[in-house]
């Protein structure tokens, strides 16, 4: 049973320029949310996707957008990249409709804007 | 105020000492409550689920005060591999958001 996968694990990027970043979740989750790690911070929650519907938003820029696929993968863009967008991206699946739902994340993509 | 704030450590401890987390959170609405270990470099993963009746895992022990607002990790007799960052996970209804506190540094030392 493959966990959560996200791709690339690493990229380096322009400033000004486009990046798209991938999620699979776990088998059997419906349920995507991205979030943004800086270095020695905690997770910022980016948003979250459900029935290819984003459904929470948390305090990210319009250049921060999603998208869920029928197959409940995802993906995140972030366009005219930033300095300060380099950090690493998490994805987290869980199941929804279930109150103690345990979130499932990937390993991360780490993102350097130069 | 942050919705989820965590002591700021970083906590230095040796081997074989008790230390504590303390965790506080804003949403008097938040459902269900994790702690997560994330370890240097990697994606954080689930520790344990806390429940208002309190639990224990081993030598980790989790509790949660509801009146208070606030969320605790008890972690007896130290291991060196227990160095790592421990975030504290607050959730609303089945489709809120999942807020992570900033982390609490650990490190154990020999």
């Known amino acids: 049973d493959a966990g959560v996968t996200q791709s690339p694990t690493h990229l380096i990027k322009t400033r000004g320029q486009q990046v798209t970043l991938r999620c699979s979740p776990k088998s059997g989750h419906d349920t995507v949310s991205w979030y943004q790690q800086a270095l020695g911070q905690g997770p910022q929650f980016i948003f979250q996707?459900?029935?290819?519907?984003?459904?929470q938003r948390g305090n990210f820029p319009d250049r921060f957008s999603g998208h869920q696929f029928p197959n409940y993968s995802s993906e995140l863009n972030v366009n005219a990249l930033l300095l300060g967008d380099s950090a690493l991206y998490l994805c987290a699946s869980s199941l929804a409709l279930s109150i103690n739902t345990e979130a499932f994340f990937g390993q991360g993509t780490r993102l350097t804007v130069v | 105020r942050k919705e989820v704030e965590q002591d700021p450590g970083p906590f230095n401890v040796p081997e074989g000492a008790t230390v504590a987390f303390n965790c506080t959170y804003s949403?008097?609405?938040?459902?269900?409550f994790f702690w997560y270990r994330q370890d240097c470099r990697k994606e954080p993963k689930l520790l344990m689920s806390?429940?208002?009746s309190g639990n224990e895992d081993g030598r980790f022990t989790a509790q949660l005060n509801r009146a208070s607002q606030y969320i605790s990790l008890l972690i007896r007799d130290s291991k060196l591999s227990d160095s790592a960052t421990y975030l504290c996970v607050v959730t609303g209804t089945s489709y809120d958001k999942v807020i992570f506190g900033p982390g609490t540094s650990l490190s154990v030392i020999p």
């Open positions: 806390v429940y208002s």
């Open positions: 996707y459900y029935e290819e519907e984003e459904r």
């Open positions: 949403n008097s609405a938040s459902q269900s």
